[in-house]
């Protein structure tokens, strides 16, 4: 099964989501911060000197204020397909701010050829069912010499539920995350030279099953798979998953959610 090229995402159901998830996202969305602060950590190693930065994916514009201590005289904008999450993005930029706000899918950039300086994406490549096109289209709008960061989930995320999931049906529940190796070989197909990936995997506890549930739900990051179970969940059958989960992700008194998050930069080469 070739992942990198496989439409397997709903992008109407993502966006639904996202938008119906936009005021409960930073509640919830400990993960997705704490990725982020690693993400922006890695650029004080990288000398660079941006004029024009895209946030890719923005979500609820946590990364400005991070990419503002970096950068503090560059042009960012922000970008995601979601526009309830633009409107909470749009708090971030201050009332004085110019703000600079795009309403885009990353599989549909509306960006002339070498706008950018600095790619920016914490947690939202996962969600291109292209990855190898979408990489392209970054170095696309990237300039000569300019840098592209990111991070995104690779194939152990939610190992937990997807193995439980599948004692349960065969109905996919979990998305299928790209391996970090073939992220390195699209980059270097795209265009992109020097790329650098690499991995961890991070792992969160809750006290019942029913929190992690709630956690994906309140970030936006339901099942959009296309051959997802259309049905509702039943009493019965979530009694069985968090029998299930028990056995595949409980430890010491505590439910385990793991998440292999992947990061890599590379430099645009024209």
């Known amino acids: 099964m070739d992942l990198l090229n496989l439409p397997r995402l709903d992008k109407s159901s ?21 990725v982020l602060q690693r993400l922006l950590q890695r650029l004080q190693y990288i000398r660079h000197n941006p004029e024009n930065i895209i946030d890719i994916g923005c979500g609820t514009g946590k990364a400005i204020n991070g ?9 960012i904008i922000s970008m995601d397909m979601a ?5 909470e993005t749009r708090k971030k930029y201050g009332l004085l701010r110019r703000k600079r706000l795009v309403n885009a899918d990353m599989e549909c950039m509306p960006f002339a050829d070498e706008s950018f300086d600095l790619l920016f994406s914490s947690l939202a490549l996962q969600w291109a069912n292209d990855l190898p ?9 990237g300039r000569q010499d300019g840098l592209l960061m990111f991070a995104t ?10 193995d439980s999931w599948f004692e349960v049906d065969q109905k996919p529940h979990v998305h299928q995350f790209v391996d970090m190796h073939d992220i390195g070989d699209a980059l270097m197909a795209a265009g992109f030279s020097q790329p650098v990936v690499d991995s961890e995997t991070i792992r969160l506890e809750y006290d019942g099953f029913r929190q992690v549930l709630d956690d994906l739900r309140d970030i936006g ?3 959009a798979d296309r051959n997802r179970s259309r049905g509702l969940m039943t009493p019965a059958k979530l ?32």
């Open 133 to 141: 096109a979408t990489l392209i289209d970054l170095a696309r709008i």
């Open 83 to 87: 526009f309830s999450m633009l409107e």
């Open 14 to 34: 993502v966006k639904k989501t996202f938008n119906r998830a936009a005021k409960s996202y930073n509640k919830a969305a400990i993960l997705q911060e704490e």
């Open 67 to 75: 990419l503002r201590e970096h950068y503090s005289r560059s042009k």
């Open 239 to 270: 009694r069985l998953l968090e029998d299930k989960y028990r056995e595949h992700g409980f430890e010491s008194g505590k439910y385990i959610a793991s998440y292999e998050v992947v990061y890599g930069h590379a430099w645009i080469a024209k």
């Open 153 to 162: 989930f690779g194939p152990s995320t939610l190992s937990e539920l997807r």
């Open 221 to 223: 990051a339901s099942n």
